[in-house]
T-cell receptor, first 109, second 114 residues
């Protein structure tokens, strides 16, 4: 399985943008980049995913490097409710979804 | 759709007893995943079904664990006999197409084996 590398934890101030990095240097041409997050005492929830182009949705933006070996999840204006563990995962059709340790995001009021 | 439904939400059982966890995936989804989460080991994939067929069970810890998917709308994870080290939160998730599509997770079953 292709691996991803994320910082263990990050901190950000409320109302400010947050950039969560992910390295995936062994990504294959058909792997999609997915981001999930897990709020306290809840199951993981999907945030966003992309293949090559940058993606935006109501929750976040995903910026993918031109060589696809890294990506950044962008929360445009963090709130206290965004405090969670964020997971960067590589996925392919009919492939299993493997979670790493993720990045624990702390939001400071 | 009500999302992925897991039952029970909490289970407390004595060591040696059989435990059955249940999952109803989202209608129309072809892939189903069972995960276990502990503080020490994080989220571990136990088994993955595609079109009701087990594709990869390499994450199942040992023979005490078994999973079935008799039809597209129901799956079970059974532990027999249960041990204290099985205490964890067990999540079920479903998606349209494996690792390509968005996976939806249930609320989880918190299992405590005493």
């Amino acid at each position: 399985d292709a691996k991803t590398t994320q910082p263990n934890s990050m901190e950000s101030n409320e109302e400010e943008p947050v950039h969560l990095p992910c390295n995936h240097s062994t990504i294959s041409g058909t792997d999609y980049i997915h981001w999930y997050r897990q709020l306290p005492s809840q199951g993981p929830e999907y945030v966003i995913h992309g293949l090559t182009s940058n993606v935006n949705n109501r929750m976040a933006s995903l910026a993918i490097a031109e060589d696809r070996k890294s990506s950044t999840l962008i929360l445009h204006r963090a709130t206290l409710r965004d405090a969670a563990v964020y997971y960067c995962i590589l996925g392919n059709r009919d492939d299993k979804i493997i979670f790493g340790k993720g990045t624990r995001l702390h939001i400071l009021p | 759709d009500a999302g992925v439904i897991q039952s029970p939400r909490h289970e407390v059982t004595e060591m040696g007893q059989e435990v059955t966890l249940r999952c109803k995936p989202i209608s129309g989804h072809n892939s189903l995943f069972w995960y276990r989460q502990t503080m020490m080991r994080g989220l571990e994939l136990l088994i993955y079904f595609n079109n009701n067929v087990p594709i990869d069970d390499s994450g199942m810890p040992e023979d005490r664990f078994s999973a079935k998917m008799p039809n597209a709308s129901f799956s079970t994870l059974k532990i027999q006999p249960s041990e204290p080290r099985d205490s964890a939160v067990y999540f079920c998730a479903s998606s349209l197409g494996g690792g390509l599509d968005e996976a939806f997770f249930g609320q989880g079953t918190r299992l405590t084996v005493v």
